[in-house]
């Protein structure tokens, strides 16, 4: 009995790995996903009586100010990290956020539509086999 739950784990665990290494840009949706939030976290203890402005730039600032400082993502982001944070941190809709393909991942993961409905080709066939592009699962709360 103790092997044949060896061989099964190790089964899965290679089925996993080659997943990952034939599609880096999207990951397993096994475990909640809390990417903005741990960088919030990191940001709110930060330890500084100073405002972002002070002590960052660029990309940092814009994290900074957007979870210590309540701007808002368009005041916070430029680009893609704006669309991201509207879309899932601000509750913005999908189809006011995004273009294309990354309209159709946060239809799906958002605001629960199915894959054949929101996405189309590779996409769609990574998102029925369950794999999820990274970068909307660091912005998924």
């Known amino acids: ?7 099964v ?3 899965f665990t290679s089925i996993l ?7 880096p840009e999207f990951e397993r949706h096994l475990r909640p996903s809390s990417g903005i939030q741990r960088l919030c976290d990191r940001y709110e203890h930060r330890g500084s009586t100073r405002s972002c402005f002070m002590d960052f730039n660029g990309e940092e600032r814009g994290v900074c100010e957007y979870c210590t400082e309540g701007k808002s993502c368009f005041m916070a982001f430029n680009g893609d990290a704006r669309n991201f944070c509207e879309a899932y941190g601000e509750n913005k809709s999908c189809f006011m956020a995004f273009n294309g393909e ?19 080709g590779a996409a769609r066939e990574a998102c029925e086999r369950g794999l999820i592009p990274r970068r909307h699962l660091f912005w998924q709360k």
């Open 1 to 7: 009995m103790k092997s044949l739950i060896l061989m």
């Open 9 to 11: 784990a190790l089964f």
């Open 102 to 120: 990354d309209r159709g991942w946060c239809e799906v993961l958002k605001e629960g539509k199915s894959c054949f409905m929101a996405l189309n």
């Open 17 to 23: 790995a080659q997943a990952r290494s034939l599609h």
